[in-house]
């Protein structure tokens, strides 16, 4: 997507420009009906939304087909206000129960998918509003904390400076005043609203492991046979049979459980692996 700052427009128009693009591509099929009925506008408002996205926005783009009665990707197609891949798609089909039956109005595909949900974990608004004051003024917290390690709730100071969201929860990445380092504190496990107390010099910048980026290095199980390991390689796109992932040291645990990888252990069948990461040994401490 392009750098939004290049589009000087408001959100609601840019939301409308972005469903259009979203629809036309993945769907192959735009209707006017598919602005009416997700956004109550008028049919004349909504032609009106789109051919100003075919002709300011993003120009050619889309193509009227009698065939179909609305508007399909043109060959030279190119997303200019979305990513353009499959996880956009993907994640708006799982937005909300609302925003699925929304959907289901404007007859779409995806309003036909059954999505697997994760309960989400408790987060009261009055636990994060603090913690949020706190982020952005550079505040320090008290905060009641009960962990694994510490079940009776704790009373603990942190100094937090970035929400973290990985596939099944929330956490904030906070200075710890009683470990003396930066850690991670899952939202769900704070007891009571935090007290905010003065500004903190345990700054974001001083958060080594949250500023040193790595580049993790998965490739299928070598187990696997070569047709087999080009499968794989295909799965995740894969160059030269390597996915090279560059992120914060930090998050090097989460993306390993994101993609089920357990660097303790080796699976029996290689078919149960299916990927491993070769460069344990240059991430294995932020592990």
């Known amino acids: ?28 099929r735009l209707t006017t009906n598919h602005l009416c009925n997700s956004f109550g506008m008028g049919r004349q408002q909504a032609s009106k939304d789109i051919n100003n996205y075919n002709r300011e926005v993003a120009p050619g783009n889309l193509i009227y087909d009698a065939h179909l009665k ?7 197609f190119k997303p200019v206000v979305t990513t353009g891949t499959a996880d956009e798609y993907l994640h708006v089909m799982s ?3 609302d925003l699925s039956e929304t959907y289901r109005g404007l007859d779409l595909a995806f309003a036909h998918s059954e999505i697997l949900a994760i309960a989400p974990r408790t987060i009261k608004p009055e636990i994060l509003r603090p913690v949020l004051q706190a982020i952005r003024e550079k505040r320090r917290v008290e905060i009641e904390y009960s962990s694994l390690a510490s079940p009776t709730p704790e009373v603990r100071v942190i100094a937090p400076h970035t929400l973290v969201c ?4 929330w956490h904030v990445r906070a200075y710890c005043e009683k470990n003396r380092e930066f850690r991670d504190f899952v939202l769900s496990r704070f007891r009571n609203e935090s007290g905010i107390m003065d500004e903190t010099e345990n700054t974001v910048d001083k958060d080594r492991d949250w500023n040193h980026f790595v580049d993790l290095k998965i490739k299928p199980d070598t187990r696997l046979t070569t047709e087999q390991q080009k499968i794989i390689a295909a799965d995740y796109n894969m160059t030269r049979k390597v996915l090279k992932i560059h992120c914060r ?13 357990d660097h303790t252990k080796l699976e029996a069948q290689p078919e149960a ?15």
Request: charged share 25%; no cysteine; aromatic share 12%.
């Open 1 to 28: 997507m392009n750098d939004q700052t290049a589009w000087p427009m408001r959100w609601d128009l840019l939301s409308r420009y972005r469903l259009i693009e979203i629809v036309a591509l993945w769907e192959g």
């Open 70 to 76: 609305g508007y399909k990707p043109a060959p030279h």
């Open 95 to 97: 937005r909300s129960k």
């Open 166 to 169: 990985t596939p099944v929860r």
């Open 249 to 261: 040291a930090a998050m090097v645990r989460y993306i390993l459980k994101a993609y089920g990888i």
């Open 273 to 287: 692996q299916q990927i491993v990461v070769s460069n344990i040994a240059e991430v294995k401490r932020y592990i």
